[in-house]
């Protein structure tokens, strides 16, 4: 009773640790600090979880700590800063794992009452789904498996049979919970199904909505756990992902103006077209680039996943170093959804030593883009497409955008005259003041620096 | 009285969660997912028990896969947020 009594109290402790540990995220002086109080935190609560009545054997415990804690930490030294997407899809699925398995192990421990079978059922669900729907999000981010969103007629039939499917094995496992009830295979198997079936139809562009969701669920799944086992902090710590990941997911919605309905139902392939554009590309050397940024006092960067996918932001903080010293004000404009999650551009942005006080936030840049001599979009294009504020027959009208447009110019790094992600031309490009700077991002902003040199 | 105990927690913390979550800024947001990540591994502590059981050899093996699934949770989260973390860094710290 005693031990049962220390350990609870640690757990109160672990949580108050999770919380101070989310609230110094708030700011990016203290965020490290506080990752270092959650880990202190988490620390705390698998101590006093060892503690645990009924733990009769360690051997288990102590193997499968070795195995998780190896993979954990060399994933975690060796991924690259531009596959973080799938790094962390990997982590949503293990974590749905994981509360699948604890739901399941609940089984083995003596009689379940209904509410257990219940709590059990909601675990395996939630985390079964999050286990299949994390491995191809993987596989979409990084491009195994075919990015593109798979919709097929009947889709929306075969997901109400197996939601269906799940109803009647959950409700014949919670009547009669036994340990082998073939109700239970049912369950797990239409639970990882239902997964697969969950992100197929979401194409590339929406991978940070389905990245946010599926780190919310794994939050929840843990949740589940927690009523299965009564385990508070199981369920403190797993709504505070759940919410987490939650917010994630409204802010990328708005970001793209979408609802989560229409995100998750309808794959972004077939859209109508917006008006046609005509007009003239006006295509720039890298010479001339040269001096006009040499005469710009104001330059602000946007990214999208493009400048990743060139390995471009080393030399982009470079170009960005010679124009501060060349008198320059700098700043690097990310939109929401820019990268394949939420944050993505400002990590790596980070990675190549930008300081965190030049990266700004869209609603931040757009009140003062008229001040900004240069726009360099550097990979990113429906972001910055003013279809969005001004066709309203474009399918991205009404998605908040960065107005780069209203710079006094813009440059456009682009390999060729291909439309973005979501198939819409870009008007941006025929602009007057714009100004294409065609090839790789990373060979023409190295260019540039070498006419600084 | 238990089940209505939780989930008055589960609530709360939810709210809290809002609250706090709410506040991170988005140059942070990766960091807060994978963090949120490392986090979501203390299913671990509910891992223990079943991986510790003697009485059931399926449930054991169960529950060792949990351990090892919820620890790379916790120990690759943490280690990825803080190597992220590591890298903001402020104008007025000396940069290399």
Redesign the interface.
């Known amino acids: 009773m005693n031990i049962e009594m220390i350990a609870n109290l640690s ?1 109160v402790l672990a949580a108050v640790l ?2 101070f ?3 110094m ?5 203290t ?2 600090r506080g ?2 109080l ?2 202190i935190g ?1 620390l705390i ?2 101590v ?3 503690t ?1 009545e ?5 051997e ?2 102590i ?3 070795i ?3 190896l ?3 060399a ?3 060796l ?1 690259e ?1 531009t596959s ?1 997407p799938e ?2 899809a990997l ?2 699925g ?2 749905g ?3 699948l ?2 739901g ?6 003596g009689d379940v009452s209904t ?1 257990t079978a219940i709590t059990i059922l909601l675990a395996i669900l939630i985390g079964g789904m999050t286990f299949t729907g994390s491995l191809i999000a993987y596989g979409k981010l990084s491009e195994t498996i075919n990015s593109a969103a798979v919709v097929f007629t009947g889709q929306q039939i075969v997901n109400s049979l197996i939601l269906i499917g799940i109803l009647v094995s959950g409700y014949m496992f919670a009547v009669d919970p036994a ?1 082998d009830s073939q109700w239970l295979y049912i369950m797990l198997g239409l639970a990882m199904v239902f997964g697969i079936m969950a992100v197929i139809p979401i194409g590339g562009a929406d991978m940070p909505v389905v ?2 969701l599926l ?1 919310s669920y ?2 929840l ?3 589940a ?24 997911t409204n ?1 990328m919605c708005k970001a793209m103006n979408r609802s989560l309905t229409n995100v998750l139902f309808s794959g972004f392939g077939a859209v109508k077209q917006g008006k046609s554009i005509e007009g003239e590309v006006k295509p720039i050397s890298v010479e001339d680039a040269y001096y006009l940024f040499e005469a710009a006092s104001n330059v602000c960067f946007v990214p999208g996943y493009g400048m990743a996918v060139a390995q471009a932001q080393h030399v982009v903080k470079e170009l960005g170093e010679i124009l501060e010293k060349n008198g320059a004000e700098v700043s690097y404009a ?1 939109h ?1 959804v820019a990268g394949r ?4 551009m ?2 790596l942005l ?2 190549a ?1 930008v ?5 700004v ?1 869209m609603d931040e840049i757009n009140p003062r883009i008229e001040n900004v001599d240069i726009c360099v979009v550097i990979g990113a294009n429906d972001v910055v497409n003013p279809s969005a504020r001004e066709d309203e027959d474009s399918p991205i009208y009404g998605m908040p955008i960065i107005n780069v447009d209203k710079a006094r110019t813009v440059f456009v790094l682009k390999r060729s005259m291909a439309s973005g992600f979501s198939g819409v031309d870009n008007p941006l490009f025929f602009g007057e003041n714009t100004r294409m700077l065609f090839g790789d991002a990373k060979e023409s902003i190295s260019g540039v620096i070498a006419e600084f040199g | 009285m ?2 209505v105990f ?1 989930t008055f ?2 609530v709360l ?2 709210f ?3 609250e ?37 050899e ?34 007025n710290e000396g ?2």
């Open positions: 757990y999770f919380i540990g989310l609230k995220l708030g700011s990016p002086a965020a490290r990752n270092a959650s880990s988490m609560a698998v006093a979880g060892l645990a009924g733990i009769v054997s360690y288990y415990i193997g499968g700590m195995v998780g804690g993979i954990g930490a994933s975690a030294r991924v800063m973080m790094m962390v982590f949503n293990s974590g794992a994981a509360s398995l604890v399941w192990a609940t089984l083995y421990g509410f340990v990245i946010s780190n794994s939050g799944a843990a949740c756990a927690g009523f299965a086992i009564n385990n508070n902090i199981l369920i403190v710590a797993g709504s505070l992902v759940g919410a987490a990941g939650i917010i994630l802010i990310i929401p999650m939420p944050g993505h400002n990590v980070a990675e030593d300081p965190y006080e030049q990266l936030e | 238990e089940v939780l927690i589960l913390s939810i809290l969660g809002f706090l979550i709410s506040k991170v800024p988005a140059t942070l947001h990766t960091p807060l997912m994978s963090g949120a990540n490392a986090i979501s591994g203390i299913t671990l502590a509910g891992a223990f028990l079943a991986a510790g059981m003697v009485d059931s399926m449930g054991k093996w169960l529950g060792t896969a949990a351990v090892a699934f919820a620890t790379i949770n916790v120990v690759g989260g943490y280690m990825v947020t803080d190597r992220m973390l590591g890298m903001f860094k402020s104008k940069r290399k």
